[in-house]
């Protein structure tokens, strides 16, 4: 699995991003994504995951981000998205996006995540 992030940019706080994470693979649709960010001088920490299987989709957010952004997934596009709104100076990060085929999206450690993409920048002013 090779995946694509793409999306961020320069926003003002109270502003709104979306993030995509381009996937290659057909079976790209059972695995758990997730999102994950570091900022400078910081730890890389989770954001968001998302899995979708035959029992449902299943969500998870880190509390940072509870109710200001939304992961979602288009498995006929091989994408997932996060919708970031009510950004924040400290959503200043670059993103991850990371897949992987079994984990379960309670699981927030990055150590279970086999593919990762290249980062892309968020920035949010004051």
């Known amino acids: 699995v090779q995946l694509q992030a793409s999306g961020g940019g320069l926003v003002q706080s109270g502003g709104s991003l979306r993030l995509s994470c381009a996937a290659s693979?057909?079976?790209?649709?059972?695995?758990?994504t997730g999102w994950f960010r570091q900022a400078p001088g910081k730890e890389r920490e989770f954001v968001a995951a998302?899995?979708?299987?035959?029992?449902?989709?299943?969500?998870s957010y880190s509390d940072s981000v509870k109710g200001r952004f939304t992961i979602s997934r288009d498995n006929a596009k091989n994408t997932v998205y996060l919708q970031m709104n009510s950004l924040k100076p400290e959503d200043t990060a670059v993103y991850y996006c990371?897949?992987?085929?079994?984990?379960?999206?309670?699981?927030?450690?990055?150590?279970?995540?086999?593919?990762w993409g290249q980062g892309t920048l968020v920035t949010v002013s004051s």
């Open positions: 990371a897949a992987n085929r079994y984990g379960d999206v309670s699981d927030k450690r990055d150590s279970v995540y086999d593919y």
């Open positions: 693979g057909r079976t790209f649709s059972t695995y758990t």
């Open positions: 998302i899995r979708w299987s035959s029992l449902g989709l299943s969500t």
